[in-house]
């Protein structure tokens, strides 16, 4: 995995999203669950959105792929781009067009994504046989060639099981097949390994890998797990009730952390390096509400640096490094903030 | 009575609720005299108290003449004294003179074909109905309760064998085994047949609450808080009556505001079958039963007993639905 | 030894001839004042293990000890009180372990009200007292579970073992259902809880850089066999049993140069069924290392040094 292409060979990304806004009208109120998003994935890379519970992380992609209930869900501002063509706000013929054979999607549980009464292999030709038009039995050598490509043993003969005949990492392989049959340019992959044990993780993970390789794909990963993000993302986008705090490369992110959640959230995780017995530091508190949520930085009430302006004031995103397009939404960028420790702060000047 | 008219060999007699139009449409024939002379006829067909048109054609004993009278008579209603007193409708000791007046009791919602007062009797049948619609059901979720929850949380053979019990239970015929609990139990002239039918409905309703909450306590012990208390040195009594019962509370109160209007509707379904309540004991079902003979001259008979059932079942079962809705959104509260 | 285990099995008959070997022969010790943690994958058993030896489960087999004393095989309500001060467990499911019909007070106050040996003011004073050292609003003792997040449901329940002052406390999965940031908050709650009360604890978790960073010693389970115990530090960087190995190896790092510079044997096949095993060893079909023995012969267990247990025919 190197570092993204400079800045010369400028492709234009395959999906753009801008200034994604989804409300949800409750019982209880309106939750904003997503307030102001932006991203894009270029070709060929691997971008995760990583974030808590209720960061709104499922919802983003969920609005971009159309399968949000919209009586309670609103979609009330911003736009997705997949290739320059508008993907909000279709009806559902035309976003059939292009969901599950554009993007293809892939959930946590398999058990509950996959319809029990249907045969792996008549799940996977269906797809083909409504969106690519072929006959059922093409359908089903296709299929199992899918199921082959993700490496399940005997996939002639798994073809014609059920999915209760699956053990749990089989099953992800299984959806992953479904995922690829129209050949998607991107996957989008919501919490893929968080139901899985440790090992069958790791192989799941390096089939995606694989796979992107091989078909020359994007993948959207959405994760809680920070050690997932680094094995997997080129570029990453944290989240934090309902905004991209902070967003750059995997390095950025990582080596270069310039956002407090995102470093709260690294120094939250024991660490099997050099410093692996020092002490784990919690973020105090719990996720704001989002049936209000804050006028200034969500994050205000957790932040062990927040200064008198973040309570109301809410932090534009400010450029980090331009090569990467490294940015975070804190005012600590703002030159004229104080220095704090363990947070990379380039356009601050510490002299003072 | 009327006047003779010269040459009449005898005299037809009519009777219309309306002022004639014509020789044609003077109404009911209600007979007629053979003789000239006889002039006088007495109605004793089905009077109420309106106006009628009673028109006399003459007759040549054959043919009726072109002409005819009519004359507007609205019956007065006049009883006894004796008769007056049977039935209730003075004292015996009120002085009273001949040709005085007595009111009648208003009956709002009319009489069946015995002129018993309808609202009366509704009023009766709804403490027949109700009292059967709301203990057989609060008695057999009951012991449902301790059944089910009994079997659920001893498990095993001993949970398989009560369960197999409940099943024989339902599989039995409902009405057949009513008619056979009403033979057996023998129903006495002047006995109302309230209780065993009670007894009769809770002991076929009792298997399908047993099931729930069995299917309850099996789901609740496997939670956590059982698995805590239990490790703190809780007894079996202990966790049933105060985690597993109050955890159970909900499906119950549901199932017990739709057992209501099921009871009262089975009650109402069996009277009206004759399998029910004996007479003269009111219940909303038999007077369906009374009401339907009647249906097309005294519809009101009919449609007052129905609407009563119809109007409860609906309230109870929308106080059911209110219930499960409000518990529902209160579960979800909880995620 | 605080607690000690000597062949403790478990396992439970399925109906139709099927005998599900849940935990299979487990020896454990658990010094006094020691964290000790448990790891293993879906189907390895911790869990189970961790119920049997405190008696929520009733033991089929072997012994389980508490300084030294037998502990009964089968604990009835009276077993469970009288041990009650002793043993103690925090559940998994923040969810499900707390009644959502009581209010925190009586959540909290519950294993006292069953001791019966303080008055309900007592109780309060104590919970009260209990609540503040968990980091929660003393006044929220009279809302409902539901009230509160999965972090502070997770502290209540932590109040609950803890406010009987047991010396032994089993913790299974405690962190597994919260968010990372949160999961941070418990675990130094129950460091310092730990200090402070002189607390032995078994923390049983599938997050094998947390067991590392928490516990002592560690000991890795494999469909219902102990494969490896030793050191925490020593067995997550020098694992030696194959399975081990792989765990280490497939556990990912938080550190992009580090993942990328990782070579990776994935691992083979589908775990087998825990009914009905044979002899042999559980690993066998998918070891990168068997032999040909490995598969019909059980490997006895070996002392690699004075800490150090491996289950393995390479040490034999």
Redesign the interface.
């Given at each position: 995995m190197s570092e993204p292409p400079n800045a010369e060979q400028k492709v234009d990304p395959i999906l753009e999203v801008s200034n994604l806004t989804v409300e949800f009208a409750t019982y209880g109120g309106n939750v904003q669950a997503v307030r102001g998003v932006d991203f894009h994935v270029e070709h060929g890379e691997t971008l995760a959105i990583v974030g808590e519970s209720g960061c709104g992380k499922s919802v983003t992609v969920q609005s971009i792929m159309g399968i949000i209930p919209m009586p309670p869900g609103k979609i009330t501002a911003g736009s997705a781009k997949l290739n320059g063509k508008e993907i909000l706000g279709l009806n559902s013929k035309e976003a059939n067009k292009f969901r599950g054979v554009e993007i293809g999607m892939i959930f946590q549980d398999p058990m509950t994504s996959l319809n029990p009464t249907m045969t792996i292999g008549d799940q996977i030709a269906e797809t083909l046989m409504v969106h690519r038009h072929v006959s059922k039995a093409e359908g089903r050598k296709r299929a199992i060639a899918l199921l082959e490509k993700t490496h399940i043993p005997d996939a002639e003969k798994r073809a014609s099981q059920y999915p209760f005949e699956f053990s749990g990492g089989m099953l992800q392989r299984a959806m992953i097949a479904q995922s690829l049959a129209c050949n998607p340019t991107i996957l989008i992959a919501d919490e893929p390994t968080t139901a899985l044990d440790v090992t069958i993780q790791a192989q799941i993970l390096e089939l995606m890998q694989e796979l992107q390789r091989t078909e020359n794909m994007s993948i959207i990963l959405i994760t809680h797990d920070l050690a997932v993000v680094a094995k997997m993302a080129d570029r990453v986008a944290v989240m934090y009730t309902g905004q991209v705090v902070e967003t750059g490369t995997v390095n950025d992110i990582f080596y270069r952390s310039s956002h407090p959640y995102t470093l709260g959230l690294k120094v939250a995780m024991p660490s099997n390096k050099s410093d692996r017995d020092k002490k784990l530091t919690p973020i105090e508190g719990s996720p704001p509400d989002l049936f209000s949520p804050p006028v200034g930085c969500g994050y205000f009430a957790r932040c062990p640096h927040a200064m008198k302006l973040c309570e109301h004031h809410q932090p534009p995103e400010l450029l980090i490094a331009k090569e990467s397009s490294h940015t975070s939404r804190c005012w600590l960028q703002h030159p004229d903030a104080p220095a704090v420790e363990g947070l990379h702060q380039p356009g601050v000047d510490h002299a003072g | 009575m009327w006047d003779p008219v010269e040459g009449a060999g005898g005299y037809n007699i009519y009777r219309n609720q309306r002022l004639p139009e014509g020789i044609n449409d003077l109404g009911l024939p209600l007979g007629s005299t053979l003789a000239g002379n006889e002039v006088s006829y007495e109605d004793r067909l089905n009077l109420e108290s309106r106006p009628y048109f009673y028109s006399i054609v003459s007759t040549d004993g054959f043919d009726e003449s072109y002409q005819y009278s009519t004359v507007e008579v609205t019956p007065t209603l006049a009883i006894t004294f004796d008769e007056a007193i049977n039935r209730g409708l003075i004292q015996a000791d009120e002085g009273r003179a001949l040709n005085s007046e007595i009111k009648l009791e208003f009956h709002p919602l009319g009489t069946d074909y015995l002129g018993r007062d309808m609202l009366a009797r509704l009023m009766e049948g709804a403490r027949v109905s109700l009292f059967i619609g709301i203990c057989a059901p609060f008695l057999f979720v009951f012991f449902g309760i301790v059944y089910g929850g009994f079997a659920g949380y001893i498990g095993g053979k001993l949970d398989q064998l009560l369960m197999r019990f409940a099943d024989f239970v339902v599989a039995l015929p409902f009405l057949l085994f009513m008619i056979l609990f009403k033979i057996g139990f023998g129903i006495g002239p002047g006995e109302s047949g309230v209780i065993p039918m009670l007894i009769a409905l809770v002991i076929l309703g009792w298997p399908s609450t047993a099931r729930l909450v069995r299917g309850q306590v099996l789901q609740i012990r496997e939670?956590?808080?059982i698995?805590?208390?239990?490790?703190?040195?809780?007894?079996?009594h202990?966790l049933i009556i105060r985690?597993i019962i109050?955890?159970t509370m909900g499906v119950i109160l549901v199932t017990l505001t739709f057992a209501v209007p099921a009871a009262i509707f089975t009650e109402a379904f069996l009277s009206f079958i004759g399998m029910g309540v004996a007479p003269p004991t009111p219940s909303w079902g038999s007077m369906c039963n009374e009401g339907v003979k009647t249906m097309l001259s005294h519809p009101h008979e009919l449609i007052f007993p129905a609407l009563f059932i119809s109007v409860t079942v609906l309230a109870f079962n929308l106080l059911g639905d209110g219930l499960t809705e409000a518990l529902d959104?209160r579960m979800r509260?909880?995620? | 030894m605080l607690v000690r285990t000597d062949n403790l099995q478990k396992y439970f008959d399925i109906g139709r001839n099927q005998r599900l070997h849940a935990v299979d022969g487990i020896s454990l010790d658990i010094a006094e004042n020691e964290i000790v943690g448990l790891v293993g994958e879906s189907g390895s058993g911790k869990s189970t293990f961790g119920k049997t030896l405190i008696g929520l489960h009733h033991r089929t087999g072997g012994e389980a000890y508490f300084r030294d004393k037998l502990l009964p095989a089968r604990f009835t309500a009276a077993d469970h009180l009288k041990y009650s001060k002793e043993l103690q467990m925090i559940f998994q499911d923040p969810y499900s372990s707390l009644n959502p019909r009581m209010t925190i007070l009586d959540v909290v106050g519950e294993g006292l009200h069953i001791q019966g040996q303080h008055s309900r003011a007592q109780i309060k004073e104590l919970v009260a007292d209990w609540l503040a050292k968990v980091g929660l609003n003393a006044d929220h003792m009279s809302r409902y579970p539901h009230e509160f997040s999965g972090g502070q449901r997770q502290r209540i329940g932590i109040a609950r073992a803890m406010i009987i002052q047991p010396k032994f406390v089993v913790c299974d999965e405690p962190i597994s259902a919260l968010d990372v940031s949160v999961q941070a908050q418990v675990v130094n709650l129950l460091e310092e809880l730990k200090q402070s009360l002189g607390l032995t604890m078994l923390f049983i978790a599938h997050d094998l850089s947390m067991v590392r960073y928490v516990s002592d010693r560690m000991a890795v389970m494999y469909l219902g066999c102990l494969v490896e115990s030793g050191p925490s530090n020593e067995l997550f960087f020098d694992p030696q049993h194959p399975y081990t190995q792989l765990l280490i190896e497939s556990n990912p790092e938080p550190d992009p140069d580090h993942e990328r510079q990782r070579k990776h044997i994935p691992i083979r096949g589908e775990i087998s069924s825990p009914v009905n095993v044979t002899a042999g060893c559980r690993f066998a079909d998918r070891c990168p290392k068997a032999l040909a023995h490995c598969k019909t012969v059980t490997p006895k267990v070996t002392k690699l040094s004075e800490n150090r247990l491996v289950a393995c025919h390479l040490f034999e």
């Open positions: - | 939670q956590g808080y698995e805590a208390a239990r490790l703190l040195g809780g007894k079996d202990y985690h109050p955890n959104s509260s909880r995620e | -």
